[in-house]
């Protein structure tokens, strides 16, 4: 099925000017976008991977990560291929920059698979592995079908989008996840080709919106500054305290051939968040407490062992031990 593109431009000499992501890519006929999802065929924009299904699967809802958002439950996952930002240390450069094999599905079959994966305690469906903004059109044919089936719709992102395609996708989205890679812009222009900006303003707008969790890989000597990750932990701070953020380990991939980061820097990191931040986890690596507990009287409300979660604390959205109303827990 041929899609045309939503927000784009067309211009003299048959280039077309891309308005999905800030790049504003300028697309020569018969070329794509930095994304490669977005292809000038004779001067119209053609959405190329339109129900290209590269990556399916039943996953934990911890794993995208979102812990604070039906814990214990699952998610119909699906994924595609590209990217619109260029991380040198991209972690899932398979699906980003290589060229899977795909499936075609159509919106309706996946609102229908997702429907289907109730009995597996499936909450709905999520838009992840790769860059799911990049999928923008076949997201939003599909997310209105999912609401009809009054299913949960999350994407993963890493926020790299114009606000106003932003803005027309908000209204389906339940939670999204996205992934703030520093707090700088040095950081953003040499290493993903991107800039900080509008991520901040995505998380912004989504968190007023939506559910919102914020992921950051901490990256020996790039982004593992303290006083980086305080100035980020006191702007999330400043739109909700109970965001939940989740510091991830780094592990080489890709361009980058970086050292792991060590566990005390993540341990470090979690505690200069937590200066500001209620819910602070660590993740891609074992050993640390990603328990949730009650930030009034401490209790455990969940309980995690990797993706094996159990709700001890939690009742009808408050605290078992002090009754403390929790609508940042949606269960």
Same mark, same amino acid.
């Given at each position: ?139 939003? =044919? ?5 609401? !009809?089936?009054?299913?949960? #719709? +999350?994407?993963?992102?890493?926020? $790299? ?127 640390? =407490? ?5 930030? !009034?009287?401490?209790?455990? #409300? +969940?309980?995690?062992?990797?993706? $094996? ?23």
């Amino acid at each position: 099925m041929v899609k045309e593109a939503q927000f784009y431009e067309s211009l003299d000499e048959g280039l077309v000017k891309c308005g999905l992501c800030p790049h504003h890519c300028l697309i020569k006929a018969g070329q794509h976008g930095l994304c490669r999802s977005r292809i000038n065929k004779n001067g119209q924009l053609i959405a190329a991977n339109y129900s290209k299904v590269a990556s399916l699967a039943l996953d934990p809802i911890e794993k995208k990560p979102l812990y604070h958002f039906y814990p214990g439950k699952t998610i119909l996952s699906a994924g595609t291929f590209g990217c619109n930002l260029s991380c040198r240390f991209c972690q899932n450069h398979i699906l980003v920059h290589g060229q899977p094999d795909t499936q075609l599905i159509e919106p309706q079959q996946l609102a229908d698979l997702a429907w289907k994966s109730r009995q597996y305690e499936s909450i709905g469906l999520a838009f992840t592995y790769n860059e799911p903004i990049i999928w923008y059109e076949y997201i939003l =044919d599909t997310a209105r079908l999912i609401k !009809e089936k009054d299913l949960k #719709l +999350v994407l993963v992102s890493n926020g $790299y989008i114009e606000d106003k395609p932003l803005q027309h996708l908000l209204p389906y989205l339940d939670a999204i996840n996205i992934d703030v890679k520093a707090f700088n812009e040095d950081f953003y222009k040499k290493l993903c080709r991107g800039s900080l900006k509008p991520v901040m303003n995505t998380v912004e707008q989504a968190a007023c919106r939506c559910h919102v969790e914020i992921t950051s890989l901490i990256i020996p000597h790039e982004n593992d500054n303290m006083e980086e990750i305080r100035e980020m932990s006191k702007w999330l701070a400043g739109i909700n305290p109970f965001i939940p953020l989740h510091l991830s380990r780094y592990h080489p991939a890709y361009k980058f051939k970086e050292e792991a980061t060590p566990a005390s820097t993540l341990e470090q990191a979690r505690q200069v968040a937590q200066e500001y931040l209620k819910h602070v986890f660590v993740g891609n690596m074992p050993g640390p =407490d990603n328990n949730s507990y009650c930030p !009034e009287c401490e209790g455990l #409300l +969940v309980k995690r062992d990797g993706y $094996y979660t159990q709700i001890v604390g939690l009742e009808q959205g408050r605290c078992k031990a002090c009754g403390q109303d929790l609508p940042c827990l949606l269960s």
